[in-house]
């Protein structure tokens, strides 16, 4: 009989052993893991009982690109922390992980709350060999964060709009344009907004535009985005801190097809040789005179898009510094001094009012620039004012933006011509801010010798005179176009390049004259297409 029972003991024991086993083995398989699904539950081993000791266990949450995850921690239970006064530690505790990038370390009841990330989330608890308590209970869900936005049209908003959008967010919004006209407009826009002091406070949520590769500007609180209209895919970027929140933004967005033309050739057919030759100076909204408004000294404000090859030199910011003239697809003409720096500067095509959110412009960046060699800065009244500027991306010909014709080398132009003079600038001399609505002047030339009556030597054969009639350019229009009507089309007779002071209306504006400068502006492009 003892023999028995101790037999029957050793097979007792056997199962109990065998039952540890599984246990310890079901314990470190409830330990952690990888949840990469929509929704779920994730709790500390033995959950609502005691977890383990000596335990370590990673749970990591994974989102697919677009996707950001919510772990929000409903009940959090863990050992107090122990030690003297500043010096308490965690006996266990459950980190938190953004990436590589530690959100917090967690103890005792102070729960980590909800967590939202759009990269890889790490909860990381750990325990130690002593008193043991129940632990965790989280739940967790995946909702949209950004994306990919096409179709005629559509809507995008924050994560969980109208509800508030939640902490460490990086969501990217990809509008492809698509060879089409690109709108967004921001109906709804509330962002936690700015903090620090005086000129040097920043978004702490924001979100950041681009349209195309050149960044548009830092938007946060309720300062909203201005309506969008662009040829370029355009990015947003949505970036939320670790504190408070808002309820975010709401944005729709319309694809439509850009009319695109194709100019008749001029009759008589205009010079073989310009570039542009059969598709330039021709505006499918007719220029004419308007009734005096705001003066561009004594100008007036043009049928909006009459002069469809006027540009605008900008910063990145948008602030208007120079005009200039599309004189091909790939190619503009401004004024050396004007030169854009191609890493901070923009061409924008297709603008009458520069105020405007409805109007459809094109944001083009800049390749390269090429001022003539022979522009001196230092000098007061520069020759050789003459500089292209090489598009980064072909413009997009159409009703708003075409090309105007470049005349040929031999050609003459004189007092019989009508001409005008166009741009931005400054209504007044003694003013200080450049006009909102593109202005015109019509102004006429005057030859070198009657020029040379007011301005002497300075006046050389690479200039050409106009204007002393009661209208002139001002600061804001250097750069943009002098041109005079031959045979039905525009052409570029001048680039605007210096005058009187205060802009005065009674001497001579003086451009950079465009015949003697041919050769070199052919040779250029040519050599750099």
Same mark, same amino acid.
């Given at each position: 009989?003892?023999?028995? $029972?101790?037999?029957?003991?050793?097979?007792?024991?056997?199962?109990?052993?065998?039952?540890?086993?599984?246990?310890?083995?079901?314990?470190?398989?409830?330990?952690?893991?990888?949840?990469?699904?929509?929704?779920?539950?994730?709790?500390?081993?033995?959950?609502?009982?005691?977890?383990?000791?000596?335990? *370590?266990?990673?749970?990591?949450?994974?989102?697919?690109?677009?996707?950001?995850?919510?772990?929000?921690?409903?009940?959090?239970?863990?050992?107090?922390?122990?030690?003297?006064?500043?010096?308490?530690?965690?006996?266990?505790?459950?980190?938190?992980?953004?990436?590589?990038?530690?959100?917090?370390?967690?103890?005792?009841?102070?729960?980590?709350?909800?967590?939202?990330?759009?990269?890889?989330?790490?909860?990381?608890?750990?325990?130690?060999?002593?008193?043991?308590?129940?632990?965790?209970?989280?739940?967790?869900?995946?909702?949209?964060?950004?994306?990919?936005?096409?179709?005629?049209?559509?809507?995008?908003?924050?994560?969980?709009?109208?509800?508030?959008?939640?902490?460490?967010?990086?969501?990217?919004?990809?509008?492809?344009?698509?060879?089409?006209?690109?709108?967004?407009?921001?109906?709804?826009?509330?962002? $936690?907004?700015?903090?620090?002091?005086?000129?040097?406070?920043?978004?702490?949520?924001?979100?950041?535009?681009?349209?195309?590769?050149?960044?548009?500007?830092?938007?946060?609180?309720?300062?909203?985005?201005?309506?969008?209209?662009?040829?370029?895919?355009?990015?947003?970027?949505?970036?939320? @801190?670790?504190?408070?929140?808002?309820?975010?933004?709401?944005?729709?967005?319309?694809?439509?097809?850009?009319?695109?033309?194709?100019?008749?050739?001029?009759?008589?057919?205009?010079?073989?040789?310009?570039?542009?030759?059969?598709?330039?100076? =021709?505006?499918?909204?007719?220029? *004419?005179?308007?009734?005096?408004?705001?003066?561009?000294?004594?100008?007036?404000?043009?049928?909006?898009?009459?002069?469809?090859?006027?540009?605008?030199?900008?910063?990145?910011?948008?602030?208007?510094?120079?005009?200039?003239?599309?004189?091909?697809?790939?190619?503009?003409?401004? +004024?050396?001094?004007?030169?854009? @720096?191609? &890493?901070?500067?923009?061409?924008?095509?297709?603008?009458?009012?520069?105020? &405007?959110?409805?109007?459809?412009?094109?944001?083009?960046?800049?390749?390269?620039? =090429?001022?003539?060699?022979?522009?001196?800065?230092?000098?007061?009244?520069?020759?050789?004012?003459?500089?292209?500027?090489?598009?980064?991306?072909?413009?997009? =010909?159409?009703?708003?933006?075409?090309?105007?014709?470049?005349?040929?080398?031999?050609?003459?132009?004189?007092?019989?011509?009508?001409?005008?003079?166009?741009?931005?600038?400054?209504?007044?001399?003694?003013?200080?801010?450049?006009?909102?609505?593109?202005?015109? +002047?019509?102004?006429?030339?005057?030859?070198?010798?009657?020029? *040379?009556?007011?301005?002497?030597?300075? =006046?050389?054969?690479?200039?050409?005179?106009? %204007?002393?009639?009661?209208?002139?350019?001002?600061?804001?229009?250097?750069?943009?176009?002098?041109?005079?009507?031959?045979?039905?089309?525009?052409?570029?007779?001048?680039?605007?390049?210096? %005058?009187?002071?205060?802009?005065?209306?009674?001497?001579?504006?003086?451009?950079?004259?465009?015949?003697?400068?041919?050769?070199?502006?052919?040779? @250029?492009?040519?050599?750099?297409?």
């Amino acid at each position: 009989m003892q023999g028995q $029972e101790t037999t029957m003991g050793i097979g007792q024991v056997m199962m109990i052993v065998a039952v540890l086993v599984a246990a310890k083995a079901a314990e470190a398989k409830s330990c952690g893991g990888t949840f990469s699904g929509s929704a779920g539950v994730v709790t500390s081993p033995g959950y609502p009982a005691s977890y383990g000791a000596n335990l *370590r266990c990673e749970y990591v949450f994974t989102a697919e690109p677009g996707q950001v995850t919510q772990v929000v921690f409903e009940s959090f239970a863990l050992q107090e922390k122990s030690g003297w006064w500043l010096f308490k530690t965690c006996r266990d505790y459950v980190e938190v992980y953004d990436g590589d990038n530690q959100i917090g370390k967690y103890c005792g009841d102070d729960s980590p709350g909800i967590i939202s990330t759009s990269s890889e989330l790490r909860v990381v608890f750990t325990s130690d060999d002593n008193t043991e308590a129940p632990g965790f209970f989280a739940s967790f869900i995946r909702t949209a964060c950004g994306g990919i936005f096409s179709g005629d049209v559509g809507k995008a908003s924050s994560p969980d709009y109208p509800e508030n959008y939640a902490n460490n967010l990086n969501c990217e919004y990809v509008f492809p344009a698509d060879g089409r006209m690109l709108t967004i407009s921001f109906e709804e826009f509330s962002l $936690e907004g700015k903090t620090g002091w005086f000129f040097n406070r920043k978004c702490r949520d924001s979100i950041t535009v681009y349209d195309g590769d050149n960044k548009l500007g830092e938007y946060c609180g309720d300062d909203r985005p201005e309506t969008i209209t662009t040829v370029s895919d355009v990015r947003l970027v949505f970036t939320t @801190n670790k504190d408070k929140t808002d309820y975010g933004f709401f944005a729709v967005y319309t694809r439509i097809d850009d009319v695109v033309i194709t100019l008749p050739p001029t009759d008589p057919p205009l010079n073989t040789d310009a570039p542009t030759a059969g598709r330039c100076g =021709i505006s499918r909204i007719q220029p *004419r005179d308007l009734p005096g408004q705001n003066r561009i000294v004594n100008g007036q404000e043009a049928i909006p898009h009459s002069w469809p090859w006027q540009i605008s030199l900008q910063t990145s910011d948008g602030d208007h510094f120079c005009g200039g003239s599309l004189v091909t697809e790939n190619w503009v003409i401004t +004024a050396a001094h004007c030169k854009p @720096n191609p &890493s901070a500067h923009l061409v924008v095509l297709g603008e009458h009012d520069r105020d &405007s959110n409805s109007e459809i412009t094109q944001r083009i960046r800049i390749e390269k620039s =090429i001022s003539h060699p022979q522009y001196v800065p230092t000098d007061s009244a520069p020759d050789y004012d003459i500089c292209l500027v090489k598009l980064a991306t072909p413009a997009r =010909i159409g009703e708003t933006v075409s090309p105007v014709c470049l005349p040929g080398a031999t050609d003459s132009f004189g007092p019989e011509e009508d001409c005008y003079v166009s741009g931005w600038g400054k209504t007044s001399g003694f003013g200080f801010s450049t006009a909102r609505k593109l202005q015109q +002047a019509r102004t006429e030339l005057l030859s070198t010798p009657t020029c *040379r009556n007011t301005w002497g030597s300075s =006046i050389t054969d690479r200039m050409i005179c106009a %204007g002393a009639d009661g209208t002139s350019a001002c600061q804001g229009d250097s750069g943009g176009p002098l041109v005079c009507q031959r045979a039905g089309a525009w052409q570029l007779v001048g680039v605007v390049s210096w %005058g009187g002071a205060f802009c005065s209306t009674w001497r001579p504006a003086v451009f950079a004259r465009v015949t003697e400068l041919r050769e070199w502006l052919d040779q @250029n492009m040519a050599e750099n297409n």
